[in-house]
C-alpha cells in the first residue's frame, strides 16, 4: 500500500507539484520577515516538509546522507574539542540552537534540490520565482512612489513582519534620493535576492527575444536599491555573461537594440542618482571619506581572536557581520574558513558566473544561519549546470530511480 501511494502521488506531482514551488518560492521573498525568533521562511518550509514526507517526496542518496553525516560530525567535534580545551567564552545554548538550525538547513536543501530535480522542475521553479520577483520590484516601485508623494498611499502593511522606518528607504539619510527594498528590511536585501534570481535565469535559460524583458526588468529592480556593492556584484555578472557569450554577431538585433536603448534611456533618467550614489560614493571610498568598503572588506575580520583563530568563537558566537568568509573564521576557525573556500572553488569550478555571484553575495551580506544564504545555495546547486539537466524533461523518470546527487 505504502508504495502504491508513493507511485500514486509521483505521477500527481507534475499536477500539483506548482503549489509547492511556489511555496518555496514564497519562503525566498518572505526571508527577512520574522515573528516569534522564526522567519517567515521557516514557517513555510516546516510547512512543506510534512507534506512532501507524507507524498514520499522527501528523499536522500546514500552520497548525500554520507555528506550530511560528515559535516555533522565534523561540528559536534568542533563543539566537543572547544569544549575539551575549555576555551571560554562558550554559549552551550547557543551552540546547540545554532547547530540544530545549521543541520535543518542541510536537510532543507537537500530535499528540495532532489525533489525539483527529480520532477525536472527546473524549469518551472525559475518561471515562478521570476513572476515573483517582478511582484517584489512592483510592491517597491509602488511604494517608493508613496514616499515621493509624501506618504499618500498605505503601504505600511508590507512592512507588518520586518523594519517599518521609511527612512531606511533614504540614501545617506537624503530624503531626495530614495532607495527601492520593497518588502525586504534593506534594499541591499532586496538586490541579493534579485541578484539570485537574475543570474539563474542567465545560467539556465538561453538568452532569447522572449526572455529579455524579464532580464531587463531584473537588472533594474536591482540599479534601484542603488546599493552599492549589489549594483558593482550585478555589473561584474552582466561582464562575465556577456564574456561567455561574446559572438556578438549572432545576437538579435532587436534584442540588441532593445538593450542599448534601455541602458540608454535609465543612464538618462538616473543620472543624478548614478553620480551622487556610485561615482560620488566611488570616490568618497577611494579617498577614505566613506569606510563602508573597509568595514566590509577588513574590520569584518576583528573578530577573529589571535589565540583561538584555527579554531573560532564557537558557531553563532560572533556578532552579525557582512562577509560571511570572516564569519566562518571567527566562527568556526579553520573548521569553516577551509569547507567554505572549498565549496566556492568547487562552485567555480563546475560555473564561473555562480561561483562568482556566491563570493559577491558572501562578502556582501552576512549571516549563514539565515534563511537567504540557503536559498542562494540551493539556487546554485539547481542551476549549476545550466539546462544541460533539463534538455530531456519531457522524459518521465521511473519512481524507483535514485536521487541524482547534489
Known sequence: MVKQWVNYHEEKQHKYGTIVLVLL????????????????????????????????????????????????????????????????????????????????????VTFFYNYIKRNSFEERFLIINNILAILVITVGLYIVFSIYNNHEYPYRFFWSFTRDDYRSYYFSGNSDFIRMRSIFSEPAHLGHYLLIVLTANLSFFKVTLKNVPIIIILCLGVFLTFSYSMVITLFIILSIFLLKNNNIGNLNKVYLLISILTISVVLFIFRDYIYETFIQRTINIISGTDGSAYIRLVQSWMYVERDKWWIGNGINHTPVITNNFAYMLSDLGLFGLIPFIILNVWIFKNSVILGTLFLMLNISRGSYLGPSFWFLLLFILIYMNGKKDTDIKNARRSPHEKIERV
Not at 518572505?30 to 521557516?42: G, H, N, R, T, V
Not at 522527501?58 to 566537543?80: D, E, M, N, W, Y
Open 25 to 108: 518560492g514564497l519562503a525566498f521573498v518572505l526571508a527577512d520577515w520574522s515573528l516569534y525568533y522564526f522567519s517567515f521562511a521557516e514557517f513555510i518550509i516546516m510547512a512543506i516538509l510534512p507534506i512532501l514526507f507524507v507524498v514520499g517526496q522527501l528523499r536522500l542518496s546514500k552520497c548525500q546522507i554520507q555528506t550530511i553525516s560528515l559535516i555533522i560530525g565534523l561540528i559536534v567535534f568542533h563543539a566537543f574539542l572547544r569544549d575539551f580545551l575549555n576555551i571560554e567564552p562558550y554559549f552551550y545554548r547557543t551552540t546547540l540552537q545554532a547547530s540544530i538550525k545549521l543541520i535543518f538547513y542541510l536537510f532543507v
